[in-house]
C-alpha cells in the first residue's frame, strides 16, 4: 500500500502542488519563529542575561508602573544591607528608562526595540553590569560615560560633547568614558549613559534614590542563607533575588523585547494553516471523488476497508512531509531575514549561526504532517468505505452522506451564537466585545456547517445579472452541482474577508471616535506639547514656553500610574484653570470646583468598576503607598481624561514626579497658531523630542497607531485571503480534471475556447462572491456591533466605510477572474478527442 500510494502521489503531482504550498508557507512561518527564538537565545540570552553580583536587592513596587518615579531604596536601607553577614559589600545603584541621547547632529540616537537607560557609575566592579574600555570614570554633572555600541552608532569619542535628555532637566557633559555595553539587569544590551552618583540621582530622579543594589558575598557564603537574612532584615518591602534569578528574569526581559517577532510569525502561522486546511480538506474529497472506480477496484481484488483509507492518509503524509521540509527551509530562510534586519538596524545584537534545534523539526513535522493528515481524514474515510462491486460500473462515485447531521450540528451553533451575541449587547465594554468575538468565531464555523444548504440558491440569486447565455449557464450549474465542495471552497475566503472587513470598520470608527473625543475635549487650547522621546519632560518646558511672545497661559498635564484595590490606573495632575477651557471636561455628577486638596474625579467606567459616586473616599497606592482621596465628581467620556484627575498639589503629594507629560497652550488673538506653535520650537530647539502640534496634527498622529494596527493586521490577513485565492484555483483546476470528458463534449458540439474560458470565469466569480459577501455581512455587522458596547469605552462613533467594503466586492469579482486564468487555459488547451475518450 505504501508503493501504490507513493505511485499515485507521484502520478497525480500536480494536483497536490497547492496543498504542499498551503503546508509551506504555514510551516514557513512555524519554523521561522521557532528558529529565530533559538537564535535569539543563544546569541543573546549568553551574552546578556548574567549577573555580575552575587545578589540583587530592588524594592517591591507595589504599583509595578510602567512610567513615572520608579520604586526606590535610600541610602539607610543599604547601609542596612551592608551590615548582614555574609555581605562582603553592598553597592548601591540607579537605573532608569525615559532618556534620550542626542547624535553630534541634534538627532535621538534610535535603538529600535530598546529602550535607552540611564544610570550611576558603580562604586564597586565586582558588581557593575559593565567594564571601562576608555577614559576615566565620569565626576560631576560636566562628565558623562556611553557604551561602546552607542558611542560608535552616534560617531562619538572621549572627549566630545554629548547632550543628553531626562524627564527633569537636559545637560550637555564631556565624554569622559566608554564602557562595554551593560550585560545584567533590565539595560542588557542597551543604550546606556552614566553619571557620578550625585548626579544621576539629580538628573534622573530629581532628588536622592537607588533602584538596586548590587550584593558581593564574602568567600564561602551561600547566597540561599544570605538571600534570606537580607529579605528578613529589610521587611516584606523588597526583592531579593541570587544571581540565577537574575540571569532568568534578564532571559524573559529579552524576550519581550525581541520575541514580538516570534509571536508575529506565530500567527502568521496559525492563520496561514487554518485557511489552508479548508484547502487540503477540498482537495481530497475531489481526488478521491475523481479516483473512486480506481479505489473500488483495489477493494475487488481484496483490500480491506483500512487499507484503502491509509492508502488516502499515507498520499496526505507524503504531501505534509514534502510541505515541511520546504516549510523548515523557508522558516530557516525567515529566521536569518530577521536576524539581519536586526543587524541592519545596528542593535547591540552579537553575531550567532542559526539554531535549528531537534525540537523544531520535529514540532514543524508534527504540525504540518499533523494538519495535512487530520484535513484529509473525512475523504480517507469515505474511501474507505466504497463497495467492490463499483469497480463493475462506469458511473461510479462516492456516497454523499446526509448533511442531517451537518445540519443540527449547524444550527446549535448558530443558535449559541445568537445567544452569546445578545448577551454581549447586555454586557458592555470589554466583557462585551470578548462575548462577541466569541459569538463571531462561532457564527463563522456554523455557516461553514450550513453554507451547503443555502449555496445552490445563493450562486443562483449572485449569478442572475450575468444573464442566462450558454457559458453563463454552465458555469453558474457547475458552481450549483456540488454544494459541498463549493461551500467549502468559498468558506476560506468567506472568514478571510469577515475579519479583514470587520477590522475595517473597527479601524474607521476607532479614528473617526478619536477625532471626535479629541475635537469634543480640547477647548479653547490652540497647540498640544508633548514628547516623542521620555514619556514626560523637564518643568522648565513650560516655564520657557510661557514666555514666548503671543502666548497666552500654559497648562499642566502629569501623570503616572497606581492602584485602587487590583485594579491598576492612571493618574493624572492638573494645574489650575486646565479644566475652565484647554480641556472641555463633563461631569455626570459632583463638581470640578471642588478638586482641592485630596479630591479627585474619576472617569465614568471606573466609577461604575469600583462603584464609587461623589462624597465617597478610596485608597490609591503609588509608589510612596496609599492615599485617601474623595471623590469630587465623575467625568464623562473624556479622551484627554481617561484617568483620575488631580489637582497638583494632591499629584505632588502622592508621590507624583515633578515632570510634565502634556502641556495646553493658549495663544494670543493677535497671534496665530502656527505663528506661534514656530516661535515655541525655535525656543525648545535645544529639546529635539519636544513636538508641537495643532489640534488637526494633534488628531491625525492620534490616529497613527490605529493605521500602523491595521496595516500588521491586513498583511496577516493578506496571507489568508492569498491561500483562500489557492482553493478556489485548486477547485476550479481539480474540476477541469475531473470534467475533462464533459468539457471535451462541450467542445465536440461547439463551444469555443473563449466560452469554455467564460464558463470557467463564471464559476470563480460565484464562489469568490459567495464567499467575500457572506464574510462582508459577518464582518461587517460583529463589528458594528463591537463598537455599541464599548462606546463609552472611547469607541464612541460608528463609522462603516462603505466605499471601501464595495470596493472589497468588486475586489472579489477581479480575484475571481484572475483565479480562473490558469485553469482556463489548460482547459482550452485539451485534445477535444482525446478528452472525449477519457474514462
Same mark, same amino acid.
Given at each position: 500500500?505504501?508503493?501504490?500510494?507513493?505511485?499515485?502521489?507521484?502520478?497525480?503531482?500536480?494536483?497536490?502542488?497547492?496543498?504542499?504550498?498551503?503546508?509551506?508557507?504555514?510551516?514557513?512561518?512555524?519554523?521561522?519563529?521557532?528558529?529565530?527564538?533559538?537564535?535569539?537565545?543563544?546569541?543573546?540570552?549568553?551574552?546578556?542575561? #548574567?549577573?555580575?553580583?552575587?545578589?540583587?536587592?530592588?524594592?517591591?513596587?507595589?504599583?509595578?508602573?510602567?512610567?513615572?518615579?520608579?520604586?526606590?531604596?535610600?541610602?539607610?536601607?543599604?547601609?542596612?544591607?551592608?551590615?548582614?553577614?555574609?555581605?562582603?559589600?553592598?553597592?548601591?545603584?540607579?537605573?532608569?528608562? &525615559?532618556?534620550?541621547?542626542?547624535?553630534? &547632529?541634534?538627532?535621538?540616537?534610535?535603538?529600535?526595540?530598546?529602550?535607552?537607560?540611564?544610570?550611576?557609575?558603580?562604586?564597586?566592579?565586582?558588581?557593575?553590569?559593565?567594564?571601562?574600555? &576608555?577614559?576615566?570614570?565620569?565626576?560631576?554633572?560636566?562628565?558623562?560615560?556611553?557604551?561602546?555600541?552607542?558611542?560608535?552608532?552616534?560617531?562619538?569619542?572621549?572627549?566630545?560633547?554629548?547632550?543628553?535628555?531626562?524627564?527633569?532637566?537636559?545637560?550637555?557633559?564631556?565624554?569622559?568614558?566608554?564602557?562595554?555595553?551593560?550585560?545584567?539587569?533590565?539595560?542588557?544590551?542597551?543604550?546606556?549613559?552614566?553619571?557620578?552618583?550625585? #548626579?544621576?540621582?539629580?538628573?534622573?530622579?530629581?532628588?536622592?534614590?537607588?533602584?538596586?543594589?548590587?550584593?558581593?558575598?564574602?568567600?564561602?557564603?551561600?547566597?540561599?542563607?544570605?538571600?534570606?537574612?537580607?529579605?528578613?532584615?529589610?521587611?516584606?518591602?523588597?526583592?531579593?533575588?541570587?544571581?540565577?534569578?537574575?540571569?532568568?528574569?534578564?532571559?524573559?526581559?529579552?524576550?519581550?523585547?525581541?520575541?514580538?517577532?516570534? =509571536?508575529?510569525?506565530?500567527?502568521?502561522?496559525?492563520?496561514?494553516?487554518?485557511?489552508?486546511?479548508?484547502?487540503?480538506?477540498?482537495?481530497?474529497?475531489?481526488?478521491?471523488?475523481?479516483?473512486?472506480?480506481?479505489? /473500488?477496484?483495489?477493494? /475487488?481484488?481484496?483490500?480491506?476497508?483500512?487499507?484503502?483509507?491509509?492508502?488516502?492518509?499515507?498520499?496526505?503524509?507524503?504531501?505534509?512531509?514534502?510541505?515541511?521540509?520546504?516549510?523548515?527551509?523557508?522558516?530557516?530562510?525567515?529566521?536569518?531575514?530577521?536576524?539581519?534586519?536586526?543587524?541592519?538596524?545596528?542593535?547591540?545584537?552579537?553575531?550567532?549561526?542559526?539554531?535549528?534545534?531537534?525540537?523544531?523539526?520535529?514540532?514543524?513535522?508534527?504540525?504540518?504532517?499533523?494538519?495535512?493528515?487530520?484535513?484529509?481524514?473525512?475523504?480517507?474515510?469515505?474511501?474507505?468505505?466504497?463497495?467492490?462491486?463499483?469497480?463493475?460500473?462506469?458511473?461510479?462515485?462516492?456516497?454523499?452522506?446526509?448533511?442531517?447531521?451537518?445540519?443540527?450540528?449547524?444550527?446549535?451553533?448558530?443558535?449559541?451564537?445568537?445567544?452569546?451575541?445578545?448577551?454581549?449587547?447586555?454586557?458592555?465594554?470589554?466583557?462585551?466585545?470578548?462575548?462577541?468575538?466569541?459569538?463571531?468565531?462561532? =457564527?463563522?464555523?456554523?455557516?461553514?456547517?450550513?453554507?451547503?444548504?443555502?449555496?445552490?440558491?445563493?450562486?443562483?440569486?449572485?449569478?442572475?445579472?450575468?444573464?442566462?447565455?450558454?457559458?453563463?449557464?454552465?458555469?453558474?450549474?457547475?458552481?450549483?452541482?456540488?454544494?459541498?465542495?463549493?461551500?467549502?471552497?468559498?468558506?476560506?475566503?468567506?472568514?478571510?474577508?469577515?475579519?479583514?472587513?470587520?477590522?475595517?470598520?473597527?479601524?474607521?470608527?476607532?479614528?473617526?471616535?478619536?477625532?471626535?473625543?479629541?475635537?469634543?475635549?480640547?477647548? #479653547?487650547?490652540?497647540?498640544?506639547?508633548?514628547?516623542?522621546?521620555?514619556?514626560?519632560?523637564?518643568?522648565?518646558?513650560?516655564?520657557?514656553?510661557?514666555?514666548?511672545?503671543?502666548?497666552?497661559?500654559?497648562?499642566?498635564?502629569?501623570?503616572?500610574?497606581?492602584?485602587?484595590?487590583?485594579? +491598576?490606573?492612571?493618574?493624572?495632575?492638573?494645574?489650575?484653570?486646565?479644566?475652565?477651557?484647554?480641556?472641555?471636561?463633563?461631569?455626570?455628577?459632583?463638581?470640578? &470646583?471642588?478638586?482641592?486638596?485630596?479630591?479627585?474625579?474619576?472617569?465614568? #467606567?471606573?466609577?461604575? =468598576?469600583?462603584?464609587?459616586?461623589?462624597?465617597?473616599?478610596?485608597?490609591?497606592? =503609588?509608589?510612596?503607598?496609599?492615599?485617601?482621596?474623595?471623590?469630587?465628581?465623575?467625568?464623562?467620556?473624556?479622551?484627554?481624561?481617561?484617568?483620575?484627575?488631580?489637582?497638583?498639589?494632591?499629584?505632588?503629594?502622592?508621590?507624583?514626579?515633578?515632570?510634565?507629560?502634556?502641556?495646553?497652550?493658549?495663544?494670543?488673538?493677535?497671534?496665530?497658531?502656527?505663528?506661534?506653535?514656530?516661535?515655541?520650537?525655535?525656543?525648545?530647539?535645544?529639546?529635539?523630542?519636544?513636538?508641537?502640534?495643532?489640534?488637526?496634527?494633534?488628531?491625525?498622529?492620534?490616529?497613527?497607531?490605529?493605521?500602523?494596527?491595521?496595516?500588521?493586521?491586513?498583511?496577516?490577513?493578506?496571507?489568508?485571503?492569498?491561500?483562500?485565492?489557492?482553493?478556489?484555483?485548486?477547485?476550479?483546476?481539480?474540476?477541469?480534471?475531473?470534467?475533462?470528458?464533459?468539457?471535451?463534449?462541450?467542445?465536440?458540439?461547439?463551444?469555443?475556447?473563449?466560452?469554455?474560458?467564460?464558463?470557467?470565469?463564471?464559476?470563480?466569480?460565484?464562489?469568490?462572491?459567495?464567499?467575500?459577501?457572506?464574510?462582508?455581512?459577518?464582518?461587517?455587522?460583529?463589528?458594528?456591533?463591537?463598537?455599541?458596547?464599548?462606546?463609552?469605552?472611547?469607541?464612541?462613533?460608528?463609522?462603516?466605510?462603505?466605499?471601501?467594503?464595495?470596493?472589497?466586492?468588486?475586489?472579489?469579482?477581479?480575484?475571481?477572474?484572475?483565479?480562473?486564468?490558469?485553469?482556463?487555459?489548460?482547459?482550452?488547451?485539451?485534445?477535444?478527442?482525446?478528452?472525449?475518450? +477519457?474514462?
Amino acid at each position: 500500500m505504501l508503493k501504490l500510494a507513493l505511485r499515485s502521489v507521484l502520478a497525480h503531482r500536480l494536483r497536490f502542488v497547492l496543498c504542499t504550498v498551503a503546508v509551506l508557507l504555514g510551516i514557513g512561518f512555524v519554523a521561522g519563529a521557532m528558529v529565530f527564538t533559538d537564535t535569539l537565545s543563544a546569541a543573546l540570552k549568553k551574552n546578556f542575561s #548574567t549577573s555580575t553580583a552575587d545578589i540583587t536587592v530592588t524594592p517591591v513596587d507595589p504599583v509595578e508602573a510602567g512610567s513615572g518615579r520608579p520604586a526606590t531604596f535610600t541610602s539607610d536601607t543599604v547601609e542596612r544591607i551592608a551590615a548582614v553577614p555574609g555581605v562582603a559589600s553592598a553597592d548601591p545603584e540607579l537605573l532608569v528608562g &525615559d532618556v534620550q541621547i542626542l547624535a553630534p &547632529d541634534g538627532k535621538p540616537v534610535e535603538s529600535p526595540g530598546l529602550s535607552t537607560y540611564g544610570g550611576a557609575w558603580p562604586r564597586d566592579a565586582r558588581t557593575a553590569p559593565f567594564r571601562l574600555l &576608555d577614559g576615566k570614570p565620569p565626576w560631576g554633572d560636566s562628565q558623562l560615560a556611553l557604551d561602546q555600541s552607542t558611542a560608535s552608532r552616534a560617531g562619538y569619542v572621549v572627549g566630545d560633547q554629548v547632550r543628553v535628555i531626562t524627564s527633569t532637566q537636559a545637560v550637555t557633559a564631556e565624554l569622559s568614558a566608554i564602557t562595554t555595553p551593560p550585560v545584567a539587569g533590565a539595560a542588557a544590551g542597551a543604550p546606556l549613559v552614566t553619571f557620578d552618583p550625585a #548626579t544621576a540621582q539629580r538628573l534622573f530622579l530629581g532628588g536622592p534614590g537607588w533602584t538596586s543594589v548590587g550584593v558581593a558575598l564574602t568567600p564561602g557564603s551561600d547566597p540561599e542563607t544570605v538571600s534570606r537574612a537580607i529579605a528578613q532584615t529589610i521587611g516584606d518591602g523588597v526583592k531579593v533575588r541570587t544571581a540565577a534569578q537574575v540571569a532568568s528574569d534578564g532571559e524573559n526581559a529579552l524576550d519581550n523585547a525581541f520575541g514580538g517577532s516570534s =509571536t508575529v510569525l506565530m500567527l502568521f502561522a496559525g492563520l496561514a494553516l487554518f485557511v489552508g486546511a479548508f484547502l487540503i480538506v477540498n482537495t481530497f474529497a475531489m481526488l478521491v471523488a475523481q479516483r473512486s472506480r480506481e479505489l /473500488a477496484m483495489l477493494r /475487488a481484488i481484496g483490500a480491506s476497508r483500512g487499507q484503502v483509507t491509509a492508502t488516502v492518509l499515507i498520499e496526505a503524509l507524503v504531501i505534509g512531509a514534502l510541505g515541511s521540509t520546504l516549510g523548515l527551509l523557508l522558516g530557516i530562510g525567515v529566521a536569518a531575514g530577521i536576524r539581519l534586519g536586526y543587524e541592519w538596524l545596528d542593535l547591540a545584537i552579537p553575531s550567532a549561526t542559526l539554531q535549528v534545534s531537534a525540537a523544531t523539526i520535529i514540532a514543524c513535522y508534527l504540525i504540518g504532517i499533523g494538519v495535512t493528515v487530520a484535513a484529509a481524514y473525512p475523504a480517507a474515510r469515505r474511501a474507505g468505505k466504497l463497495p467492490p462491486m463499483a469497480a463493475l460500473r462506469d458511473d461510479v462515485a462516492l456516497p454523499e452522506r446526509s448533511m442531517l447531521v451537518r445540519l443540527l450540528i449547524g444550527g446549535f451553533m448558530l443558535l449559541m451564537a445568537v445567544t452569546l451575541y445578545l448577551i454581549a449587547l447586555q454586557a458592555n465594554g470589554l466583557p462585551g466585545a470578548v462575548l462577541l468575538a466569541l459569538a463571531a468565531a462561532i =457564527t463563522l464555523l456554523g455557516i461553514v456547517m450550513t453554507s451547503p444548504l443555502v449555496s445552490r440558491y445563493a450562486v443562483r440569486a449572485l449569478m442572475w445579472p450575468l444573464g442566462r447565455k450558454a457559458p453563463v449557464t454552465l458555469g453558474r450549474r457547475n458552481a450549483e452541482r456540488n454544494p459541498r465542495r463549493t461551500s467549502a471552497t468559498a468558506s476560506a475566503l468567506m472568514i478571510s474577508v469577515a475579519l479583514i472587513s470587520g477590522l475595517i470598520v473597527i479601524a474607521a470608527s476607532a479614528k473617526a471616535s478619536i477625532e471626535r473625543n479629541i475635537t469634543d475635549a480640547i477647548g #479653547t487650547s490652540e497647540l498640544v506639547v508633548s514628547s516623542d522621546g521620555p514619556d514626560s519632560f523637564s518643568p522648565r518646558i513650560a516655564d520657557r514656553i510661557a514666555k514666548v511672545s503671543g502666548v497666552e497661559s500654559v497648562h499642566r498635564v502629569r501623570q503616572r500610574q497606581g492602584k485602587v484595590g487590583n485594579t +491598576t490606573v492612571r493618574v493624572s495632575g492638573i494645574s489650575d484653570g486646565t479644566l475652565d477651557g484647554p480641556i472641555t471636561a463633563k461631569l455626570d455628577s459632583g463638581s470640578r &470646583d471642588g478638586l482641592g486638596k485630596g479630591q479627585a474625579l474619576l472617569p465614568r #467606567t471606573l466609577a461604575k =468598576t469600583l462603584d464609587l459616586s461623589p462624597g465617597k473616599t478610596f485608597d490609591l497606592t =503609588t509608589t510612596t503607598g496609599k492615599h485617601r482621596l474623595t471623590v469630587a465628581g465623575i467625568l464623562a467620556p473624556n479622551r484627554q481624561l481617561n484617568a483620575i484627575v488631580l489637582s497638583l498639589p494632591t499629584y505632588d503629594s502622592i508621590g507624583g514626579a515633578p515632570t510634565d507629560t502634556l502641556l495646553y497652550v493658549e495663544v494670543a488673538q493677535s497671534t496665530g497658531p502656527a505663528q506661534a506653535g514656530q516661535a515655541i520650537l525655535g525656543e525648545l530647539k535645544d529639546y529635539p523630542s519636544i513636538r508641537v502640534r495643532d489640534q488637526q496634527a494633534y488628531v491625525a498622529d492620534a490616529r497613527g497607531p490605529v493605521n500602523v494596527a491595521l496595516g500588521v493586521v491586513g498583511m496577516l490577513l493578506g496571507l489568508a485571503i492569498l491561500i483562500a485565492i489557492l482553493g478556489i484555483v485548486n477547485t476550479l483546476a481539480l474540476g477541469v480534471v475531473e470534467r475533462t470528458r464533459e468539457i471535451g463534449l462541450l467542445r465536440a458540439i461547439g463551444m469555443d475556447r473563449p466560452q469554455l474560458s467564460r464558463m470557467l470565469r463564471v464559476e470563480s466569480i460565484a464562489i469568490s462572491l459567495l464567499g467575500t459577501l457572506l464574510g462582508l455581512v459577518i464582518g461587517v455587522v460583529f463589528a458594528a456591533s463591537v463598537q455599541t458596547v464599548m462606546v463609552d469605552n472611547g469607541l464612541s462613533v460608528l463609522d462603516i466605510p462603505v466605499l471601501q467594503l464595495v470596493a472589497a466586492a468588486l475586489l472579489a469579482g477581479v480575484v475571481g477572474v484572475l483565479a480562473a486564468v490558469w485553469p482556463s487555459r489548460r482547459a482550452a488547451r485539451l485534445d477535444v478527442l482525446q478528452a472525449i475518450a +477519457t474514462e
